[in-house]
């Protein structure tokens, strides 16, 4: 009856099973994405944003450039399988809808570490890679911690768009409460 | 012991060792995990993909060296050329891809999971790769097994110890207008 820790910050022991958990409406409290740029040469450079919940900052690692404005991300799943997000950046906003599932346990991943999630409509934009769906319609986060009213996901350095000489990847960390 | 103890206990084991029917096509019953039926060197033995848009589509029939497109627009065009592809899953989960698409290669590697069964599909019905390393070419390429991405979901149609059948479909595109792009794929491998 009891779900033991997967997360690095889960609870030791919990009495509601993660898909329980996970189920419910969602807001963030703040976040972090790093987007970097690797060049041929190794070289990294890229943008910070920072979430507060209702805004955002944007530094450029280039030449320290930031950039202020407003931010709201909510999602919401249910025990079938499905998931609506609301990502609003500016004047840019993604509203969309799809199936989500845990992850199993092969190879280093403990079973359910890990949600997938797979966008199925989409209405604005989704291709600034500092949207939660990183750009993509196939995504994927690991789960830091999960509470009955508390969630951490992260991503690290993980590539969204890579050729064999230069790539872009996320490192992120979303705090939602309910 | 009874005779009746005795076929409980030997009905347990066999039950605990054995694997039932997920995909579609799947064998009844599997002696082997479905880890260890998907773990090895698959090879390209046919395929098809169809990418859609508002008013055109490209149809593609692979026959393990080659393709055949079919573009169906204001004005039908077919195409031939070379395809190929490769996939070495490991145990470990870790995976190799290796995929020509007329002279366009992407090699990539990566790890690979099962779904867990939310919703609407049965547990290890999905495998869901994701690319972290790319050896040559690109991810967002004219490379079809990839969906254009470095996450990407296939669905099991058939897990046998020596073919596999996989399938995807969806969205790989869309933009603030409205408008999108899909792709479908089905691909027969053998070991």
């Known amino acids: ?35 970097g740029i690797k060049d041929s040469t190794g070289a990294y450079g890229g943008y910070i944003f920072n979430f507060d919940g209702t805004s955002y900052t944007q530094v450029y690692t280039g030449n320290s450039s930031r950039v ?39 190879g280093k991943n403990k079973n359910k570490e890990n949600i997938t999630l797979h966008l199925s409509t989409i209405s604005g934009t989704s291709d600034d890679f500092s949207f939660f769906n ?45 | 012991m009874t005779q009746f103890c005795k076929l409980f206990i030997f009905s347990v084991i066999v039950l605990l060792l054995t694997e039932c029917k997920k995909g579609e096509d799947d064998p009844s019953v599997s002696l082997r995990t479905r880890t260890s039926r998907l773990s090895g060197e698959w090879r390209l033995l046919s395929g098809k993909a169809s990418i859609t848009a508002q008013g055109y589509n490209e149809s593609y029939t692979f026959d393990g060296a080659g393709m055949k497109v079919n573009v169906t627009s204001y004005y039908p065009v077919v195409y031939t050329g070379k395809y190929m592809l490769g996939l070495k899953v490991y145990k470990d989960g870790t995976f190799f891809m290796n995929e020509n698409f007329a002279g366009l290669v992407l090699e990539a590697e990566g790890t690979w999971n099962f779904n867990t069964g939310v919703g609407e599909h049965k547990k290890k019905e999905n495998v869901i790769f994701s690319i972290d390393k790319v050896k040559k070419g690109y991810t967002y390429g004219s490379n079809l097994f ?18 596999l059948v996989i399938t995807s479909e969806g969205k790989f595109y869309s933009d603030a207008k409205g408008n999108y792009v899909t792709l479908s794929t089905e691909y027969i491998f053998q070991q």
């Open chain 1, 1 to 35: 009856m009891v779900t033991c820790k997967k997360g690095e910050d889960d609870p030791a022991v919990s009495l509601l099973s993660r898909k329980s958990r996970l189920t419910g409406e969602w807001h963030l409290e703040k976040g972090s994405v790093t987007i």
């Open chain 1, 68 to 106: 202020d404005g407003k931010a709201e991300l909510s999602i919401s799943f249910t025990k079938k399988g499905d998931f609506t997000l609301t990502q609003k950046l500016d004047n840019l906003k993604l509203e969309s809808s799809g199936t989500w599932d845990f992850q199993g346990r092969v």
């Open chain 1, 134 to 178: 990183k750009g993509n319609f196939d995504f994927m986060y690991s789960l830091k911690e999960l509470r009955n009213k508390k969630m951490v996901v992260f991503c690290n350095e993980e590539m969204v768009m890579l050729d064999s000489g230069a790539g872009i990847y996320v490192t992120a960390e979303y705090t939602f409460v309910q």
């Open chain 2, 146 to 163: 990839n969906r254009f991405s470095v996450n990407f979901t296939y669905s099991i149609k058939e897990l046998r110890n020596k073919r």
